[in-house]
């Protein structure tokens, strides 16, 4: 009987301490989330109180200038969507068939496809000012001559990784029964992978490319090595170009209050768009 209430003792004794750690894993992890949401907004707090005064049609019309012309940030909004938007052009194909390659035909005795997703993994990791040193190597050096091209290009080997992981991880998550069934109806594997599995993974490998695009967006270091900056509009890819990232870093620094006000105003631009990129991300990735 001893024995008995002797080992009751014991597991009601670990059923307490095993409640305890649950506990506190549980407030730790509330904590650790108020942290984090507390920090997002002192962050949106900041750049609204001092970047949507310096918000107006002129920010969006108007060009860089010397201090006290009232210039706007109209040519590096232009030139971040110019480059972006080719970088994205790049590197979505791009990744979407490395992509599609590691997930159909990358299986665990395929050494190629282990060598470009183990690349693709350390590219991920790879600090950005690296990626714009190799493409300052590659494109800027040896022409002697900045480019948005370039910088396109930089922006875009940081996009790929991205693309290419996510449309192997979501085309994976497609049932083997589908491309079975596919292939049974005698339709050739490239269709079955195009018809099929992108069409049922559409959602998820949207969501990947739109995140590679918010990644772009905010970047500075590549662009400083590559597309350098520009004063004025420009439309020509071939020559250096502005962008609202190199803006934000040059002109934040200054001596002079337009240039800082149109520095938190720029940033309250970029913070607005990565914004609503990752809330079409989550709107897109619910489960219709």
């Not at 307490?16 to 407030?27: E, Q």
């Not at 997703?117 to 001559?145: E, K, W």
Request: aromatic letters at 8%; hydrophobic letters at 50%.
């Amino acid at each position: 009987m001893t024995d008995v209430m002797m080992s009751r003792w014991q597991g009601d004794r670990r059923t307490v301490y095993r409640r305890l750690k649950s506990r506190c894993a549980t407030v730790l992890s509330i904590v650790a989330g108020i942290i984090l949401i507390l920090t997002l907004l002192s962050i949106l707090w900041m750049l609204l109180s001092k970047g949507l005064s310096g918000l107006s049609l002129s920010v969006f019309t108007k060009s860089m200038g010397p201090p006290g012309t009232h210039s706007g940030l109209g040519n590096a909004i232009l030139g971040s969507i110019l480059q972006t938007g080719l970088a994205l052009l790049i590197a979505a194909p791009f990744g979407l068939l490395c992509g599609i390659y590691l997930s159909e035909y990358g299986g665990k005795d395929n050494r190629f496809a282990s060598v470009v997703r183990f690349v693709a993994d350390i590219l991920m990791s790879v600090p950005s000012i690296l990626v714009g040193l190799f493409i300052y190597q590659l494109l800027v050096a040896p022409f002697r001559h900045f480019s948005g091209f370039s910088g396109s290009v930089a922006l875009a080997v940081l996009a790929v990784p991205v693309i290419i992981r996510t449309t192997e991880d979501m085309l994976r998550l497609v049932p083997v029964a589908m491309r079975e069934a596919g292939a049974a109806l005698g339709a050739a594997k490239w269709r079955v992978i195009m018809s099929l599995c992108l069409r049922s993974a559409r959602q998820g490998v949207v969501t990947g490319i739109l995140l590679a695009l918010a990644r772009m967006g905010g970047e500075t270091a590549p662009l400083l090595f590559t597309s350098l900056g520009n004063q004025g509009w420009s439309w020509d890819l071939s020559k250096p170009m502005a962008s609202l990232p190199i803006v934000i870093y040059q002109y934040a620094g200054a001596s002079y209050e337009d240039w800082v006000q149109l520095a938190w105003t720029g940033a309250l631009i970029v913070t607005a768009g990565v914004l609503m990129i990752n809330i079409v991300v989550r709107i897109s990735s619910r489960p219709q």
